[in-house]
Every structure is written in C-alpha cells, then in structure tokens.
C-alpha cells in the first residue's frame, strides 16, 4: 500500500525525517553498551527477585549483546534477572527502537546486537525488509499463539500495550464518549483531544491506519484533528497525568500509563480509559516484539533469552510490575486490567508495513500538530 502512497505534494518536506534519523543514528552510535553480569556467591534484590530469587549462577556462560527499545526501567529487572539465573554477561544499547532499527541497519553485518527489542512491531518490519532478522526458534515461537508472532518466524511478541482513550471523570460525560476514533473529528470535540504524536507507539498505530484504511484517509484523520485543535503531547504518560488533574479532556494513549499513574497518585488522578467500540482501529493491540539478528554469534544463546523472557516468572512480571498484557500462552493478565477487545493483532500484517513508519513521521509532521 505505501509505495502506491497519493498523498499530495504539499505534505512532501524538502527535509523529512530521514535526515534526523541519520544524525541520531550516529549519536546512538557514541553511546556505550551498558553490561549486566552476576558473580557467584550472591542473590538478587528488589523487583529482579520476584523473576528470580535463588542464588546467582558461578563462571561465565557466554555473552548477549541486547539493542533494546524497551526503557532500562522497564525490563532491566529481567536482565538482571536472567543474567543471575544463568550466568551470561548482557550487554545492552539502549535507544528508542526506530533509532536503533535505523542503527541496526546502518551497522549491517558488523552489529554486535545478537538481540534486537522493539517496543512495537514497524522497526521491525523494516529490518525485516533489509533481511537483517533471522528467525527465532520454532520451540520458542511456539510459547506464544500464532496471532502474537510473525507468520515470517521473524518476532516473537511477549507484552501487549492496547490503545485507548483516557479522559476526565468530571468533565467527559458518558455519553460524550466516542465509538470510532473518526468521531474525535467532530465539533464537539475542539480542543478537547490530545495526542502523543511523536511517541513511539503512536506512530506505529498511525502506520497500521494508513495500512487499514489508506494513507489519504489517515492523512486527512489527522488533518482534520488539527484544524479542530487537537493537542500536542510529548508522550502517553504526561497526557495521562494531564487528563487526571483536568487541564485536557481526553488523548489516545496505551492503557497501562492509566493504571501507572492511579495506582501512585489515587483518588487525587480523576482520569479513566475508555475502549472504541468493536473493533475500531483506535484500540488496537500493539505488541512489544523480540527478535533475533542475522549477524548474531550465537542465534542460540539469543534463543535462550526470547524464551526467558516468555517464561512464567518474566511474564508475570511483566503483567503485574508494568500492567502491560502478558502474550505467552497461558499467562493470565494483572486482576486489574480487563479482558482484551478491539482490533485483533493477528489481522495485521506487520512484516508487509515495511519502513511505513517513516512515511508515517513525514505524514505525521507535516500536519502541523507538533506546533500545536
């Protein structure tokens, strides 16, 4: 679909975000590998020790270089944790996982990244198209259902961010609440909507828009949004906390920032998620996606970590420590978050989308919501 892209000339930049993505791609670059590693003789504390509380592993059992597009504060305790349990040394690049997918694809064959995590599926589908991912065992695949993993064999998903609409409980009446993300458009809506488009996961979903309902429709989505004075935020988490303490109505965010920010601040957040009706592309499921490269050393070791991380122990974690939902099968979510709906993941095919996110930041800046 994206190469058959007809949007007009006058939403073309000169300079899109290649550019940037080069000259950022060269500061990750600059960055050190951070390494994780655990002696004999001692145990784990805080989070990483409800992954894994026995004692740490003696000697060395090889080396794991991870480019991970997960936050440190997210899933180093799993690091840690796998690090102990095993004995390997980790080595992890942290980055936002376009940058690192642009990196990857920059370094070729000469990357140290045995492991690439991605916080959504698009950065992956571009490495998939430059032929820099190999696939991931089957025994391995096959912890997940076959709608969380790549028909490619190419990414295993192991958690799942769903999009939702958090608003305010004392300024959005219930029957204020849209069914389609197409109703934000609407009057009614002026200046009540915020949205976190330069974030990550934002992208992504734009990218899976354009891919269900055309470019120019998306495009003009946007537009539209902007013309009714939609508003930019940097990321979920502030329109989260924004939309509890009133200053916005509502913004699409991932569901777990709802929870996150609740659960710290209490009665005193006046904030809750909403889900589209049916399946409404606005609450679609973006998965978080492990992978495996083509320039790796040791596929097996890297293996060995995609299946830890889908093990029992991460996975719970995973649900109840960050509130995301837990795809290994048979690993029931946090009480607190409700049963999956919306826009099944198995009817994306992510692989096809390609570098489609590029064209979604191009699309996505020449709206002009950054400015707003």
């Not at 006046?270 to 596929?299: E, K, Q, Y």
């Amino acid at each position: 679909m994206f190469e058959n892209d007809t949007t007009p000339a006058s939403r073309r930049r000169a300079s899109g975000p290649a550019e940037r993505y080069r000259q950022l791609a060269v500061l990750i670059v600059a960055v050190g590998l951070t390494v994780t590693a655990c002696g004999s003789a001692r145990t784990l504390e805080g989070t990483a020790a409800e992954i894994y509380d026995g004692e740490c592993a003696s000697g060395s059992d090889g080396q794991l270089t991870v480019y991970s597009g997960r936050t440190e504060n997210l899933i180093q305790p799993v690091l840690d944790a796998f690090a102990c349990e095993t004995g390997v040394t980790v080595a992890v690049r942290w980055g936002a996982s376009t940058d690192l997918a642009l990196l990857l694809a920059e370094e070729g064959d000469r990357t140290p990244a045995d492991v690439f995590l991605s916080r959504s599926p698009g950065p992956v589908g571009f490495l998939t198209s430059k032929g820099l991912l190999t696939t991931v065992n089957g025994d391995v695949a096959n912890l997940v259902t076959s709608d969380h993993r790549s028909d490619a064999g190419t990414w295993v998903g192991f958690t799942g961010r769903q999009r939702v609409l958090v608003y305010n409980l004392d300024s959005v009446a219930d029957d204020e609440l849209p069914a389609s993300i197409f109703d934000l458009t609407d009057e009614r809506y002026r200046g009540r909507v915020a949205i976190p488009a330069t974030n990550g996961s934002f992208v992504d979903w734009f990218t899976v828009f354009r891919d269900q309902h055309g470019s120019d429709a998306a495009a003009q989505w946007l537009d539209d949004m902007v013309a009714n004075d939609a508003r930019y935020y940097p990321n979920n988490r502030s329109i989260v906390e924004a939309a509890g303490r009133g200053e916005i109505d509502m913004g699409l965010v991932n569901h777990y920032y709802q929870y996150q920010v609740a659960a710290a601040l209490g009665d005193d957040h006046r904030a809750a998620n909403w889900d589209f009706a049916g399946d409404d592309v606005g609450s679609m499921l973006i998965i978080t996606a492990a992978t495996v490269t083509t320039a790796s050393d040791d596929a097996d070791l890297a293996n060995r970590f995609i299946a830890y991380l889908l093990s029992e122990a991460a996975q719970q974690y995973f649900s109840n420590e960050t509130l995301e939902y837990p795809l290994a099968a048979g690993v029931a979510p946090a009480a607190v978050l409700p049963p999956l709906g919306g826009l099944e993941i198995g009817s994306i095919d992510f692989d096809a989308l390609g570098d489609g996110f590029a064209r979604s930041t191009e699309i996505i800046e020449a709206s002009g919501i950054l400015n707003e």
